[in-house]
């Protein structure tokens, strides 16, 4: 086997347990709202406070790495996760549960950025694209097996055991990396940014806090608004700290190369959209449609079994239409499959949900690997670990946004409604807005040029006759 394949495969375990874990949970909100005598929305906050901390600590993964070696870190990371996914396992109450997801983030902030960056520092640009999907196909394991091993569990189990079946999975994480995978670290590493770590750190703290708080009464709305507020002009000040900085910890110079804002801002944008689906699906299903944990788990697998087999295509597709077409296109369709979900009702056939939510994640899939491939087609080597850091805080913030707006679209069209109670229609139309959020990131995509990202898929061909090759072998 190749190393850089073997590298990939062997990130891909951080990524398998990291995606695995945030769908079995997804399932099982319902089920943990219940135990926990909680409101389903208010559980909100135990997606969004693991994705806060990720947005929060991500920025600094990429010096600690230059600093301490890539391979050091990773393991550490695991082993935090895994540590963290006990405690999540052991929680009894909202706040005990917030508290482990938030050390739970700890370890994901460092775990998953930097594997990708061992990746990219390890394979050539022109085979970026097959290594990213060697890397993303055991990854992609994790969403497809996650949904219904999760609703199996907290059906005819507890969900508790969701979060502790990281543990084998975290250990040989550990074990193959500490064999395989070389400690790589920058020989010069410059000053770490602390002053602008605190800026941009407070701020993504308290805007995605601020906008999870939304709704539900769970805090004044004078004191949620001067929140949101105080953190956009800390986001402001961060801004401005940047431009007169080099070594900044999130480097804004970089939005300055098309390919790469492209595939930050336009991905940040389309992932809001898609970050909603994980939260709206189950409780649709569960709460809307009265299944068990286990049959919606069952159903909205489908969306990452499509994703996985986009996978095998992704190259081919980017190589025939190019990366500025796919990326306008895919995200009109991405969009109309995400709306279609709103026309779901308890009578539906399981089999056509099935099928809509698989070829939602076909297309879907397509849309990630061309934003994660383009967002590094013109970076040089010494500013990858921060355009890397830039790109996974990006991701982080839209999926938490995405849950946030998807909450309060939901608050809203119950009180447009009067319902006391939460309604599959309420439920339903959250889909449409959402929709239209993701359908909005080809205005972004539409200003690329029309060879964008051309170098990347370059030696496509070659790749797919290399990929044959193995396979066969």
Same mark, same amino acid.
């Given at each position: 086997?190749?190393?850089?394949?073997?590298?990939?495969?062997?990130? =891909?375990? =951080? @990524?398998?347990? &990291?995606?695995?874990?945030?769908?079995?949970?997804?399932?099982?909100? +319902?089920?943990?709202?219940?135990?926990?005598?909680?409101?389903?929305?208010?559980?909100?906050?135990?997606?969004?406070?693991?994705? /806060?901390?990720?947005?929060?600590?991500?920025?600094?993964?990429?010096?600690?790495?230059?600093?301490?070696?890539?391979?050091?870190?990773?393991?550490?990371? #695991?082993?935090?996760?895994?540590?963290?996914?006990?405690?999540?396992?052991?929680?009894?109450? /909202?706040?005990?549960? #917030? =508290?482990?997801?938030?050390?739970?983030?700890?370890?994901?902030?460092?775990?998953?950025?930097?594997?990708?960056?061992?990746? @990219?520092? *390890?394979? &050539?640009?022109?085979?970026?694209?097959?290594?990213?999907?060697?890397?993303?196909?055991?990854?992609?394991?994790? +969403?497809?097996?996650?949904?219904?091993?999760?609703?199996?569990?907290?059906?005819?189990?507890?969900?508790?055991?969701?979060?502790?079946?990281?543990?084998?999975?975290?250990?040989?994480?550990?074990?193959?990396?500490?064999?395989?995978?070389?400690?790589? !670290?920058?020989?010069?590493?410059?000053?770490?940014?602390?002053?602008?770590?605190?800026?941009?750190?407070?701020?993504?703290?308290?805007? #995605?806090?601020?906008?999870?708080?939304?709704?539900?009464?769970?805090?004044?709305?004078? &004191?949620?608004?001067?929140?949101?507020?105080?953190?956009?002009?800390?986001?402001?000040?961060?801004?401005?700290?940047?431009?007169?900085?080099?070594?900044?910890?999130?480097?804004?110079?970089?939005?300055? %190369?098309?390919?790469?804002?492209?595939?930050?801002?336009?991905?940040?944008?389309?992932? %809001?959209?898609?970050?909603?689906?994980?939260?709206?699906?189950?409780?649709?299903?569960? %709460?809307?449609?009265?299944?068990?944990?286990?049959? *919606?788990?069952?159903?909205?697998f489908a969306t990452a079994a499509g994703a996985l087999a986009m996978k095998f295509t992704a190259s081919t597709a980017l190589r025939w239409f190019g990366f500025r077409r796919t990326l306008i296109v895919n995200a009109l369709i991405s969009g109309?499959?995400?709306?279609?979900?709103?026309?779901?009702?308890?009578?539906?056939?399981?089999?056509?949900?099935?099928?809509?939510?698989?070829?939602?994640?076909?297309? !879907?899939?397509? &849309?990630?690997?061309?934003?994660?491939? %383009?967002?590094? =087609?013109?970076?040089?080597?010494?500013?990858?670990?921060?355009?890397?850091?830039?790109?996974?805080?990006?991701?982080?913030?839209?999926?938490?946004?995405?849950?946030?707006?998807?909450?309060?679209?939901?608050?809203?069209?119950?009180?447009?409604?009067?319902?006391?109670?939460?309604?599959?229609?309420? @439920?339903?139309?959250?889909?449409?807005?959402?929709?239209?959020?993701?359908?909005?990131?080809?205005?972004?995509?539409?200003? /690329?040029? +029309?060879?964008?990202?051309?170098?990347?898929?370059?030696?496509?061909?070659?790749?797919?006759?290399?990929?044959?090759?193995?396979?066969?072998?």
């Open positions: 086997m190749r190393p850089a394949v073997l590298t990939a495969l062997i990130v =891909a375990t =951080a @990524l398998f347990m &990291e995606n695995m874990d945030g769908t079995v949970i997804s399932t099982s909100l +319902p089920a943990i709202a219940r135990d926990l005598h909680q409101d389903p929305i208010v559980l909100k906050l135990a997606l969004t406070s693991y994705m /806060l901390t990720l947005a929060v600590f991500i920025p600094a993964s990429g010096w600690i790495a230059d600093r301490f070696g890539a391979r050091t870190v990773f393991c550490s990371a #695991i082993v935090v996760f895994t540590l963290g996914s006990i405690l999540c396992g052991a929680s009894t109450t /909202l706040e005990t549960l #917030i =508290a482990a997801r938030v050390f739970q983030g700890f370890g994901g902030a460092m775990m998953v950025p930097v594997g990708r960056l061992v990746l @990219l520092r *390890s394979v &050539e640009k022109s085979d970026l694209v097959d290594a990213l999907a060697y890397l993303t196909v055991p990854a992609l394991l994790g +969403p497809v097996a996650g949904p219904p091993l999760g609703g199996f569990i907290t059906t005819y189990f507890n969900w508790r055991w969701i979060f502790w079946i990281n543990v084998p999975i975290g250990l040989l994480g550990v074990a193959l990396s500490l064999r395989y995978i070389a400690n790589l !670290r920058e020989e010069i590493v410059p000053r770490f940014d602390f002053k602008g770590f605190l800026l941009s750190g407070a701020g993504l703290l308290g805007l #995605i806090s601020g906008l999870s708080l939304i709704g539900r009464g769970m805090a004044p709305a004078w &004191e949620v608004s001067a929140q949101i507020g105080a953190s956009l002009v800390l986001i402001a000040l961060y801004v401005r700290h940047a431009g007169l900085n080099e070594d900044a910890i999130l480097d804004l110079k970089l939005l300055k %190369i098309p390919t790469f804002f492209a595939g930050v801002a336009g991905g940040l944008i389309f992932r %809001i959209g898609i970050g909603a689906l994980p939260f709206l699906l189950p409780l649709l299903l569960q %709460i809307g449609f009265g299944l068990t944990p286990f049959e *919606s788990g069952s159903l909205t109309a499959f995400m709306a279609s979900y709103a026309l779901f009702t308890p009578t539906t056939p399981h089999w056509v949900i099935f099928a809509a939510l698989l070829a939602g994640g076909f297309f !879907r899939s397509l &849309e990630f690997t061309a934003l994660n491939a %383009i967002s590094y =087609a013109d970076i040089d080597p010494p500013r990858m670990s921060r355009a890397t850091s830039f790109a996974s805080v990006s991701q982080q913030m839209s999926g938490a946004v995405g849950v946030a707006v998807a909450a309060v679209c939901i608050q809203l069209i119950q009180v447009g409604f009067g319902d006391l109670t939460l309604e599959a229609r309420d @439920l339903s139309l959250a889909f449409v807005a959402v929709a239209a959020i993701s359908s909005l990131s080809m205005l972004v995509f539409v200003r /690329l040029a +029309p060879d964008a990202g051309a170098s990347l898929a370059a030696k496509a061909p070659a790749a797919e006759d290399e990929r044959a090759a193995a396979a066969a072998e």
